[in-house]
């Protein structure tokens, strides 16, 4: 009995570790995983269609701001933040959360990671942090990285 409840409790452990990594929007998600974000939350989340892509913002408490842009083919291309705080980045960032760590090496005040497929940016002051992470070679066409805010 002792054996089957341990493995119970494993089990839920791991599953309880994998759920938010599951249910988090991230750069390269989809409009799914967008949803199971804001509904993990209980955000604020509100859409701006633009030509050729979608900017789904949600606030989260408290007063953390994430914009993701959505493509009109499904992929998140870009994420923004701006608040209080830093976002997990390990969920926003997905399979390119290495690449941040990479770029936290070299200066931990000034985030700026760039290579062929991505860019990350993020900096600021205790209390009001921005950044931005986007995907170039996805970017919808006639979109620069100037229209990621």
């Known amino acids: 009995m002792k054996i089957i409840r341990t ?3 494993t089990i839920f452990s791991i ?3 994998v759920l938010p ?8 998600g989809n409009l799914a ?11 604020t989340l509100t859409s701006s269609p ?8 949600q606030n989260i408490n408290p007063g953390l701001v994430i914009k993701e842009y959505l493509t009109n083919n499904g ?12 976002p997990n980045f390990q969920v926003v960032l997905g399979s390119y959360y290495s690449n941040y760590l990479t770029a936290l090496q070299n200066n931990p005040r000034a985030i700026f990671f760039q290579d062929d497929n991505i860019v990350i ?7 009001g942090y921005v ?10 066409a006639g979109m620069t990285s100037a229209n990621i805010q």
């Open 21 to 28: 990594m599951v249910s988090q929007a991230e750069l390269g």
């Open 75 to 86: 992929n998140v291309f870009a994420v923004t933040w701006k608040g209080p705080n830093l």
């Open 7 to 9: 493995a119970l409790v």
């Open 33 to 43: 995983s967008i949803n199971l974000e804001q509904k993990t939350f209980g955000s």
């Open 50 to 57: 633009q030509t050729g892509y979608t900017i789904y913002s």
């Open 15 to 17: 599953f309880l570790l």
């Open 121 to 127: 940016e993020s900096g600021g002051v205790m209390g």
């Open 131 to 140: 950044g931005r992470a986007y995907l170039p070679k996805q970017f919808p």
